[in-house]
């Protein structure tokens, strides 16, 4: 279903779909080859991490065929300009009407109070955005459980500088059907869910 509305919707962003039933490592090299030669940005690493960065998992014992796309400047656009938006999405292959996708923002930023808190609200609203133009577009509902994942690879959990009260978690979760985590991992648990504790 999600696959499907995606190559309808974005047929551009479907080109770089691929599936695998391994783990994901997501790693981000915009910053990292900003100065070189040859320009990286969001990369999947599928069942093997990357050595030369640090990275987002998605942990995937369970072996369920599992999607993604990497996002760029290109993956939306409006007026002729991009729009903001988050790394990446993921989403089971054979996905229904209430199946989980995962949107995922990761911020290489140090072990910083100040830094890390200007870093996480700018993660929160790409992830936002992203989540709307999918429910805009009709790609995902309401009954899709959004999981939106701040990730910071270069510090440990919990992250310093900013944290929603668990009221706020949960009137996300009630209202949006929105799952929103500061985490550098999480897992697989079936089609439906997904753990990140």
């Not at 911020?107 to 830094?115: E, G, L």
């Not at 609200?121 to 429910?135: D, E, G």
Request: aromatic residues 12%.
């Amino acid at each position: 279903m999600i696959k499907l509305a995606v190559s309808t919707q974005f047929p551009h962003q479907y080109v770089g779909y691929v599936t695998t039933t391994d783990s994901f490592y997501i790693a981000d090299y915009t910053d990292q080859t900003k100065t070189s030669t040859v320009k990286r940005g969001v990369e999947f690493h599928l069942g093997t991490a990357p050595a030369d960065n640090v990275f987002f998992t998605l942990t995937n014992n369970i072996g369920l065929e599992i999607g993604g796309i990497p996002f760029d400047n290109s993956s939306f656009i409006c007026g002729g300009n991009p729009r903001s938006q988050c790394e990446c999405v993921v989403f089971p292959h054979d996905s229904t009407t209430d199946s989980w996708v995962l949107f995922s923002e990761l911020k290489y930023c140090q072990n910083n109070t100040t830094k890390n808190s200007k870093q996480i609200k700018k993660a929160i609203r790409q992830l936002y955005r992203t989540r709307h133009y999918y429910v805009q577009h009709g790609i995902i509902t309401k009954q899709n459980t959004s999981y939106l994942i701040v990730s910071l690879p270069l510090q440990n959990v919990p992250f310093k500088g900013f944290t929603p009260t668990p009221a706020q978690l949960v009137k996300l979760k009630r209202d949006r059907n929105i799952i929103l985590a500061f985490r550098n991992n999480s897992s697989v648990i079936d089609q439906k869910l997904l753990s990140v504790v």
